[in-house]
């Protein structure tokens, strides 16, 4: 079987009997076996499954492109501007780190405007400094907060966000120590 995601929210399941039409949400296929018994057909079935296993989209969902990496991710159907994947979409709060100051940040919010429609609030986008020459305009932009900027007295609603193009953020490597460079690994040993 071979099973195609339509705009309209159902799927095309195409197989050596026949191309069918299932409304996975409504539960209906054009099938035979369905529309005459009204049993839950083997397409039904693999619509669903495809969709649990995430190799199609869920009716509420409609197929995206990562701005960063250019594979395909599922996004809602209401969902415009750029689109990150899971990869690269960081979770709100997480800290990451500035790829062109080497400091920590802390996301949060990370937007669908690309980086060269984000109003920055000083007349230029994101993607007009010349620390974002080397990323993709096209890409969503990230809000996030300088750690250093924050203290007991200022918590992170009261802090300046600043935006950033998607892949100037980096996570960061769990396994760095304060005494070793980030991505080199510690000798325990040594």
């Known amino acids: 079987m071979t099973v195609r995601p339509l705009r309209d929210r159902r799927y095309v399941v195409e197989t050596d009997g026949g191309t069918y039409v299932v409304a ?3 539960g209906t296929c054009t099938c035979p076996d369905h529309a005459i018994r009204g049993a839950r057909c083997k397409h039904l079935r693999r619509v669903a499954i495809d969709v649990t296993e995430g190799e199609l989209p869920a009716p509420d969902e409609r197929v995206g492109i990562c701005a960063v990496c250019g594979s395909e991710t599922f996004v809602p159907v209401e969902q415009s501007g750029s689109q990150l994947c899971a ?4 979770e709100v709060g997480t800290v990451v780190r500035d790829r062109e100051t080497g400091q920590l940040v802390v ?3 990370v937007t669908s405007v690309r980086a060269d429609a984000y109003d920055t609030g000083e ?9 974002n020459a080397d990323y993709g305009a096209h890409e969503p932009v990230v809000e996030a907060v300088y750690v ?3 203290s007991p ?3 992170l609603a009261d802090a ?3 935006g950033f193009p998607a892949s100037r953020l980096r996570e960061v490597d769990p396994e760095a120590t304060a005494d070793s460079p ?3 690994a510690v000798d325990e040993e040594a």
């Not at 007349?123 to 620390?131: L, S």
């Open 87 to 90: 990869t690269h979409q960081p």
């Open 148 to 150: 250093d900027s924050l």
């Open 182 to 184: 980030e991505g080199v």
């Open 24 to 26: 996975l949400a409504a």
């Open 123 to 131: 007349g230029r986008a994101v993607d007009e400094y010349a620390t």
């Open 107 to 109: 996301v949060t919010e």
């Open 153 to 155: 007295s200022r918590d």
């Open 160 to 162: 300046k966000r600043y």
